[in-house]
């Protein structure tokens, strides 16, 4: 069984993304309001830990602090993942140009062309090469596209030389919802996902203080073995599981390869 390794995350991003940081970019005034500060017995050098109560509150200030950090382009709020679609839908028309879609946005069976490709692929490799391809292949469907109609079309998605620049976009998506694959389950909830040109690339799992990481990773290997993240959700290549004291990330290992030892 393939080995998953875990990293926790460099104590400097995590300092910046849950400690002090939050003290300087949000307000004293208005973090005294969400979290205690923890001052005496809980030092890591010159570091003083935000100690929050409530997991929302948390959620709150990681996506305030990430909107500073990169993630710029909107927060997309309790989507389904017909919404994340039709976002994906909308910025892969408007990352390519009119010689490839004319002036015609791509439709519904289209995305569903892509999804179909997406679902054929069995390996967290085979996924990594689809994200890192730049571009992905349709055959156009939409009639009012005479131009291209019945063509194939290969369409832009993203291209790592483009970090934080040129046509990328950053989102954050908040309590989407995972779509069970058994209709005896009920559909799930994560805590954040963050988008790169509309695709769903990092899941992070979120805890409340006095919460041991731990517990964010067996939700996440909870999620996995139930198959939420399917479809669309099967493009995730990172999984952070994090509390304000500490945060692990890892790539995802493809569903039922989670190894307990790791």
Not at 180 to 188: D, G, I
Request: proline letters at 5%; one cysteine or more.
């Amino acid at each position: 069984e393939p080995h998953m390794t875990t990293w926790h995350l460099p104590r400097e991003f995590h300092q910046r993304l849950c400690g002090g940081m939050l003290k300087y970019s949000l307000g004293v005034d208005y973090l005294s309001a969400s979290a205690r500060e923890r001052r005496d017995t809980a030092k890591f050098g010159e570091r003083r830990i935000m100690i929050f109560d409530s997991e929302s509150v948390f959620e709150e200030n990681v996506i305030t602090v990430l909107k500073q950090h990169g993630w710029k382009d909107g927060v997309l709020r309790y989507p389904t993942e017909r919404d994340l679609l039709d976002n994906w839908k909308d910025i892969l028309y408007n990352n390519n140009d009119i010689d490839r879609l004319g002036k015609y946005p791509l439709t519904d069976g289209e995305m569903t062309q892509i999804i179909e490709q997406i679902e054929t692929l069995r390996t967290p490799l085979a996924l990594n090469s689809f994200v890192n391809g730049r571009t992905v292949s349709i055959t156009r469907d939409n009639k009012e596209d005479v131009a291209h109609f019945g063509k194939e079309v290969s369409l832009y998605i993203y291209d790592r030389k483009e970090i934080a620049g040129g046509k990328s976009t950053y989102q954050i998506a908040q309590q989407p919802v995972y779509p069970a694959k058994n209709k005896m389950l009920n559909s799930r909830r994560g805590d954040l996902v963050l988008l790169i040109n509309g695709m769903p690339l990092i899941h992070i799992e979120l805890k409340k203080s006095g919460i041991p990481v731990s517990q964010a990773t067996n939700q996440i290997e909870k999620y996995a073995h139930e198959g939420v993240f399917t479809g669309l959700f099967r493009l995730v290549q990172i999984f952070v599981a994090m509390n304000p004291d500490d945060a692990v990330y890892f790539a995802n290992p493809g569903v039922d390869k989670f190894n307990p030892s790791y």
